[in-house]
């Protein structure tokens, strides 16, 4: 079982509609980064963060500590919001290593 | 804003080469990361290094060696490529502020 578990692996949706991704994770973290791959390309930390929540632009990322859990929601989805979103967790042991979930790839339709 | 850069965005070795990716920091990060990232298996860790000279193995070290001779730069070896090894390679870096990644190089083994 990984320490890093996303749902869904793929998500297809119309233009303007919420998407909503979770992560579980089963590792001690100091952090939780989301981290978004377009095709072809490197990738992109959008969020880090160890409590509460967290916004910028239509971008929303919340975590809940107790129950190891965070979603990353995009409000008002555009087509240019397709690509592949990865959380990762961050280790508290102080070397930053990332354990990550396998991505969800986001496909919006316009 | 931090870069992280890695030196081709595009390689094709042919089985038996040595290959060297080289990966490039601008913001005096001690901690550096090679990954390699494969469909259906996400990110997982080659190699890390918290210092100059420093370094560790990560979840899948075999078939690879590193190098830090400056801070600034940490290099991934393949002493003698196989096919096996075709995949995107990442180098991130990272303080207690985050995680920081390079374009990422396409390697196909041939």
């Known amino acids: 079982k990984n320490e890093v578990e996303q749902s869904p692996q793929n998500l297809t949706a119309q233009e303007g509609e919420f998407i909503t991704i979770n992560c579980s994770y089963s590792?001690?973290?100091?952090?939780l980064h989301w981290l978004q791959q377009h095709p072809g390309g490197g990738i992109v930390s959008l969020f880090m963060?160890?409590?509460g929540k967290k916004k910028h632009g239509r971008l929303i990322a919340t975590i809940n500590i107790q129950e190891k859990h965070s979603s990353l929601h995009i409000t008002a989805s555009h087509p240019r919001d397709s690509a592949v979103y990865i959380c990762?967790?961050?280790?508290?042991?102080?070397?930053?290593?990332?354990?990550f979930g396998t991505g969800t790839r986001l496909t919006i339709i316009p | 804003d931090v870069k992280v850069t890695q030196s081709s965005r595009y390689l094709v070795k042919r089985t038996g080469e040595k290959v060297f990716l080289e990966c490039v920091q601008d913001?005096?990060?001690?901690?550096m990361f090679w990954y390699r990232q494969d469909p259906g298996l996400g990110l997982r860790l080659i190699y890390f290094s918290y210092d100059v000279k420093m370094k560790e193995k990560g979840d899948i070290p075999e078939g690879y060696s590193v190098s830090r001779e400056k801070k600034e730069r940490f290099s991934l070896i393949l002493e003698s490529a196989s096919t096996n090894q075709t995949s995107m390679y990442l180098c991130a870096s990272g303080t207690t502020g985050g995680a920081f990644f390079g374009q990422g190089t396409r390697l196909t083994v041939v």
């Open positions: 913001m005096d990060h001690e901690n």
């Open positions: 990762a967790g961050q280790s508290n042991f102080g070397n930053e290593k990332l354990t």
């Open positions: 963060l160890s409590s």
């Open positions: 590792v001690g973290i100091s952090a």
